[in-house]
């Protein structure tokens, strides 16, 4: 089988990609010597974070970038624009730390929504303040939100957070859904002995209010560089905790490039998804790219290099050079991001600093 248009193997889920020739060709899209295509960027808009959760970042925070650094709205403006009108980007998922803390946040996504073809948006949150704001997102052109929420439990939640703003996020899933940013999907990562024993809860809450439930298997990217696997829950313990208590048959629709295995819920139409980001790692068929708020491109989560495409346009690159930039940058994906491999490093930036 073979890429519309690229000639080009396609990269099987799950399985492993086979290395082609060093030939690129004339194409204009993100594309990888593996035969993947980038049609989802992550944009980073912040790396500030008003949560301390434990498998993100220390109590006291980190050192957030300075302000000069950080790509303006005209800039972020720009290179979405080039990824959407000249590389063949269809979403953009607005990420952080938390994105809801950048200022003019509803005035950005409107000027994205203004290209042509227009993108697909979303919005990865905490959901802290969201239902204050949901109404003004969803009219400059936001599509749906997913809402990071690990627990029920307010004591919990507070010792995951290190913040007491349960409240705080149930509020802001509600905000959604009246604001009609739907599906509304939660994401929860379980932690053996602190959040391990809530999977079906978690889902008994989701399919009582109507939202899409995701877990996602915790991933090396803390700041502090603990995590271990011994501690972290995997999809073949989550699957199992839940089909304990209902019945789950695998999702005829899933889409190849998404993350999530699906699952119906007692014979559908609601689903659950399992991110198996460790132990059925889905890199054959990863079709994101992601640029930091800082302005830089990285082509894996777990990527130890960066490409600057901040510096180049502010030293005056025009926009085919930016493109040109990112089209080498994809070029040199690795297959997949070898957290098995023996000589496996964390990358130095945590997930708050690279976008979800």
Not at 115 to 129: A, D, F, H, V
Request: hydrophobic share 40%.
């Amino acid at each position: 089988m073979t890429g519309i248009g690229l000639g080009i193997p396609v990269a099987r889920r799950g399985g492993a990609v086979t290395a082609l020739p060093d030939e690129r060709g004339d194409t204009p899209f993100l594309v990888d010597r593996y035969g993947r295509r980038a049609r989802d960027l992550r944009v980073s808009l912040t790396d500030k974070c008003n949560l301390r959760c434990t498998y993100c970042m220390p109590a006291e925070g980190l050192d957030w970038l300075p302000g000069s650094e950080l790509l303006t709205d005209d800039e972020l403006v720009r290179l979405i624009g080039v990824a959407v009108c000249d590389l063949g980007i269809e979403e953009i998922r607005f990420t952080g730390g938390e994105p809801l803390l950048r200022r003019g946040l509803e005035a950005l996504i409107a000027r994205v929504a203004e290209l042509e073809p227009r993108p697909e948006m979303s919005l990865t949150t905490n959901g802290i303040g969201l239902h204050r704001r949901a109404e003004a997102l969803a009219a400059a052109g936001l599509d749906r939100v997913n809402v990071s929420l690990d627990t029920l439990d307010r004591e919990t939640f507070r010792t995951l957070t290190r913040r007491d703003r349960l409240a705080d996020v149930l509020a802001g899933l509600r905000g959604a859904a009246a604001a009609g940013l739907q599906p509304v999907k939660i994401n929860a990562v379980l932690m053996r002995g602190v959040n391990d024993h809530e999977a079906v809860d978690l889902l008994r809450f989701s399919l009582d209010h109507g939202y899409a439930l995701r877990f996602i298997e915790q991933m090396p990217l803390d700041a502090g560089h603990t995590w271990s696997r011994q501690r972290m829950v995997t999809a073949d313990e989550i699957f199992d905790q839940l089909s304990q208590h209902f019945a789950l048959t695998p999702h005829p629709g899933q889409r190849a490039g998404a993350p999530a295995e699906l699952f119906e819920v007692d014979g559908g139409p609601a689903t659950v998804g399992i991110i198996a980001s460790v132990t059925r790692p889905f890199c054959g068929d990863c079709d994101r790219t992601r640029l930091t708020a800082d302005g830089q491109i990285r082509n894996c989560l777990f990527s130890g290099t960066e490409s600057d495409l901040r510096g180049r346009m502010r030293a005056g690159a025009d926009d085919d050079e930016l493109a040109r930039i990112w089209r080498g940058a994809t070029w040199a994906k690795r297959p997949g991001h070898d957290i098995d491999d023996p000589g496996f490093l964390q990358p130095v930036r945590p997930m708050s600093a690279i976008g979800g």
